[in-house]
């Protein structure tokens, strides 16, 4: 097996240093087998996300953002299954844990999580990865109190530490006749009182007023910003060292939205947790991200730092999100939406040039030919899926506006991206519908 090559270098304070990733997806692969074809959710994605940083994925909805943050955690449902690629998780512990029963999965302290077994891999949920799902109050049960679920998830990561290697462990044996056992028999219950006790702690720690009293009440009784606080809470529960937050602020007002993410960078900071946040808000990742990947029909189509994808953007979808921001400055400027849709997906459909080339103001003659990943100008941080990267927009070799059919294309002004409104209010032409 090919050993794990170091990330990219950074230089600081004039010395340079090697980052090693924590999550390390190489290639990943995610179809949707259904009755009109083969959804290629997922293409060939690659990327990397270290110790301690918020990367964000952001994109129109049908990008793939969701499926991607499944596909990480091992969550697909059929008809989806990842059908290529690799996902290297950096733990020396759980390294050591599996190397005797699955040496192929793992090179040096880190671990192939697509070559492990289901049962294996699910025990990394909730100690390792956990997730902040779009919709909290269809993601909580309505028949059990707050408090209760989440101290369900904090009992499930206690036993699931006393045996690690065991999926078994978290419920031990724990049926239908333990719980009707429980039902007269008080300390027969699979929630023990520490993990109550815990659930209220985390009802604080996420601010929820009034925890101990809050803990008892059912979700309908909470309103949406504390359930989604409850989500979180929920999710910190086994302490995690990866949090998935996909559309954290769906649904919510502006204020609500800032207090969410306003805690998310407090947990962030105290814990040192690693966020993937998934997002259609470029303003929510101005706010949060350190790093940005941009996603379109499956693929990165541009990643980098902030700076990189905000100050200058070299793909014209990227150019497309942020000129579809309203500029706080230019009273009565124009915003500039990108015209068509996200492509279905459908494999027979996709062909083989570049997916974006439909709705692009600028698609020449060579993007009939899928692009690879180009580094921009050299560095090795910033890179992005066009051949704008590596040459220059020529009209001779611009294909016609009718090429693709009746989606018109972006006017020149394209070419001078709008700069977003650095603050979580920015919204994408999808906020908008």
Request: include cysteine.
């Amino acid at each position: 097996m090919p050993s794990i090559p170091d990330s990219r270098a950074n230089t600081e304070g004039g010395c340079e240093m090697i980052q090693k990733p924590l999550l390390r997806v190489r290639d990943l692969e995610t179809r949707f087998f259904t009755e009109e074809g083969q959804v290629n959710a997922v293409e060939k994605l690659t990327l990397d996300i270290h110790d301690g940083e918020v990367f964000g994925i952001v994109g129109e909805s049908g990008s793939g953002k969701s499926v991607t943050a499944r596909s990480v955690l091992g969550l697909l449902e059929s008809p989806g299954r990842v059908t290529g690629g690799e996902l290297w998780y950096r733990d020396e512990t759980f390294a050591d844990t599996v190397r005797a029963d699955h040496p192929d999965a793992v090179d040096g302290d880190y671990v192939d999580l697509e070559s492990l077994p289901s049962n294996v891999r699910r025990t990394l949920r909730g100690t390792h990865f956990s997730m902040i799902f779009q919709d909290p109050m269809s993601s909580l049960n309505p028949s059990i109190p707050v408090g209760e679920q989440i101290a369900e998830a904090v009992e499930a990561q206690r036993r699931a530490r006393a045996n690690p290697r065991s999926v078994a462990s978290r419920t031990q044996g724990y049926g239908l006749s333990q719980y009707l056992m429980s039902t007269v028999m008080g300390s027969r219950k699979y929630v023990k009182s520490e993990s109550l006790e815990r659930a209220v702690e985390l009802l604080e720690l996420v601010g929820i007023p009034d925890a101990p009293l809050r803990a008892k009440e059912y979700p309908h009784e909470y309103s949406g910003g504390m359930l989604q606080r409850a989500m979180i809470a929920q999710a910190l529960a086994g302490e995690p060292k990866v949090l998935i937050a996909d559309e954290p602020t769906t649904a919510l007002d502006v204020t609500i939205q800032a207090q969410i993410l306003d805690l998310l960078t407090e947990l962030q900071e105290e814990t040192g947790m690693t966020i993937l946040l998934i997002t259609h808000n470029l303003g929510v990742v101005a706010r949060m991200c350190d790093r940005v990947g941009v996603m379109y029909a499956g693929e990165i189509v541009e990643r980098g730092t902030l700076a990189d994808v905000f100050d200058d953007p070299v793909h014209p979808y990227t150019q497309g999100l942020l000129g579809s921001i309203p500029d706080l400055e230019g009273i009565g400027a124009r915003l500039q939406p990108i015209p068509g849709n996200v492509p279905s997906l459908l494999d027979h459909e996709m062909g083989g040039r570049c997916y974006f080339a439909d709705r692009c103001p600028k698609a020449m003659e060579e993007c009939l030919e899928h692009p690879p990943e180009f580094d921009v100008d050299g560095s090795s941080h910033h890179a992005t899926r066009c051949y704008l990267a590596e040459t220059t927009y020529s009209e001779a070799r611009a294909l016609d506006a009718d090429y693709f059919g009746s989606a018109e294309p972006l006017e020149d002004a394209a070419d001078e991206p709008v700069e977003p409104a650095r603050s979580d209010g920015g919204n994408t032409e999808e906020d908008s519908r």
